[in-house]
């Protein structure tokens, strides 16, 4: 029976670049993608141009709602130009990233030659599983834009010329004939195999990244989970301190100044004043305040805050209605 394989390489717009930051150089590859509105450089790669850059917290953010945060991420420039080009062109503000995890690729442009006629005579270097490091996007349009291009066939892999230089982009098929007595029964599930990870986006590069919690959330996470707890059908939960050496600053003076005023306000209003007073004796009984003890009011701590308090009234409803804000003393809790 004749037995026919078929074997398809993918090629994306994959190029090989020198990068230059005053004296310094690098040799790698870019993936020209129109699909992104940034031009990304992986940190490696930046720290070795010696790129410096004001840090600018970046998010990415993909398809089906995946992103990734980069809170480290630089804003940087540097200078590129296609390994065979003589012409140098400004990257400016590209954005690095931890890692851009794009495919890797192998081309051998004289194979594809002999292979495709459209093909002859276009320098392209040769590599073997290059590994892109720079992405280039829509705000570089000028670099993805062809200049020219050598076509064959649909099925057949093109040739674009860029300003970079000529790049392979497309699908190359190889077909693969024997004349053999066998019961093949793998084909199709290699077939399907080859298209899942075509499809895959894994395969291309954009993989799920677990969102890392910052250590201000595990924190605020961790004494919410402590202190939470439900009392006569409301729930009470901790405040959320930065960290344990909570430090107030110091409000007795300002506190004291806000007293000595009201006292002088209510000794003008005896109606507010009877209102107050019967106020707080109904807070007290209903225990939402107290009053402090003598050895309590001796204490002094940096977690002590006095808050000033203070009566406004609407005068502006048909019967006005004093409001209070604002307590005499509070204490900050320690924190588990």
Known sequence: MNYHQTIQNVYYQIVPVVLRNNNHTLETYAFLDAGSSLTL?????????????????????????????????????????????????????IRTVKNLQLPSQTLSGSILAARYPHLKGIKLSDYQKARPTVLIGLNHSHLLMPVGRKMGRPEEPMAIKTKLGWLIFGIDKICLSETNHLMIHKSEDLMTEMMRRYFSTEEFGVKPVKTVKSQALERAETIIEKT????????????????????LPNSYSNALRRLATQEKQLAKDPGLKNWLCKTFEEYQQK???????????KRHSQKIFYIPHFVVVNKNKPIPKPRRDGIFIWSAPSIP
Do not use: F
């Not at 729930?235 to 344990?244: F, K």
């Open 228 to 247: 939470l707890k439900k009392t006569d059908g409301r729930y009470e939960v901790g405040l959320l301190w930065r960290d344990d050496n909570v430090i």
């Open 287 to 297: 225990g939402y305040i107290r009053k402090l003890t003598k050895e309590e009011l």
């Open 41 to 93: 450089i992986e940190e490696n790669t930046a720290n070795k141009l010696h790129l410096n850059g004001v840090t600018d917290p970046l998010t990415l953010t993909w398809t089906q709602n995946l992103s990734v945060q980069e809170n480290c991420s630089r804003r940087v420039s540097c200078m590129i130009k296609g390994m065979n080009e003589k012409k140098e062109h400004l990257l400016n503000g």
